[in-house]
């Protein structure tokens, strides 16, 4: 299973991205997906996750009313909508996934599968 995060990019503070991660490889099977992101210095941190379902999610404190996940099995895609973006959002943001039963994970050691990263700048 191979994962590809996009989507990021340079905005100013209060801008909008939105962050795409495509699942490919053994698609048949369902995932429970995550955005993870990590600041320089810091340790990776959960920013929100989705069950495979697509029917629950939930979402860092931090970023709660500002971003949102959503996804599109049929085409084996995640998104990660931000809004409002602050310049203490700027980091690599990672989607991940794993398998298992529909649930909603929020550690860097409940996820199997890991994207690339893709870089988020919020000037201020």
């Known amino acids: 299973v191979q994962l590809q995060a996009s989507g990021g990019g340079l905005v100013q503070t209060g801008g909008s991205l939105r962050l795409s991660c495509v699942v490919s490889?053994?698609?048949?099977?369902?995932?429970?997906m995550g955005w993870f992101r990590q600041a320089p210095g810091k340790e990776r941190e959960f920013v929100t996750a989705?069950?495979?379902?697509?029917?629950?999610?939930n979402y860092a404190d931090s970023v709660k009313g500002r971003f949102t996940i959503s996804t599109d099995f049929a085409k084996n895609m995640v998104y990660l909508q931000m809004n409002n973006l602050k310049f203490e959002d700027t980091a690599v943001y990672y989607c991940?996934?794993?398998?298992?039963?529909?649930?909603?994970?929020?550690?860097?050691?409940?996820?199997?599968?890991w994207g690339q990263g893709t870089q988020v700048t919020v000037s201020s």
């Open positions: 991940a996934a794993r398998g298992g039963q529909p649930a909603l994970y929020r550690t860097v050691n409940e996820y199997t599968y």
């Open positions: 490889g053994r698609t048949s099977n369902r995932y429970n």
């Open positions: 989705v069950t495979w379902s697509g029917g629950s999610a």
